[in-house]
């Protein structure tokens, strides 16, 4: 099971922290990834993270305002969001992956949450 939370309604420029807490699944050895829908759009692969926490990868859209972070201790995996702009509101889930290293493809994670909503008014 997937838990996210820490969404919400804030203003341009803000800032919010997403949390996903792992349980029931071995955490410390998958990729973990963030995506998110807008209304009336497909799924959109934001950000993913190595098991090990040492690599990361970006969608160009979010690069230098976006952080994820991982603590295996904690089986939880962060998402710090920066100057968030209206174009960042979507429905954002946290997936766990398929194997050690993370994939920008949804097809490449096995379970997901249900979703936090972040909405960024102008």
């Known amino acids: 099971q997937l838990a996210e939370s820490g969404g919400g309604l804030v203003q341009t420029g803000d800032s919010l922290r997403l949390t996903c807490v792992v349980s029931g699944h071995t955490f410390s050895n998958k990729a973990m990834g963030w995506f998110r829908q807008a209304p009336g759009k497909e799924r959109e692969f934001v950000t993913a993270i190595a098991w090990n926490g040492r690599s990361t990868y970006y969608v160009d859209s979010v690069k230098g305002r976006f952080t994820i972070s991982r603590d295996n201790a904690k089986n939880t995996v962060y998402l710090q969001m920066n100057s968030l702009k209206p174009e960042d509101t979507a429905v954002y889930y946290c997936?766990?992956?398929?194997?050690?290293?993370?994939?920008?493809?949804?097809?490449?994670?096995?379970?997901w949450g249900q979703g936090t909503q972040v909405t960024v008014s102008s």
């Open positions: 997936a766990a992956g398929a194997t050690p290293w993370y994939a920008t493809d949804p097809t490449g994670y096995e379970y």
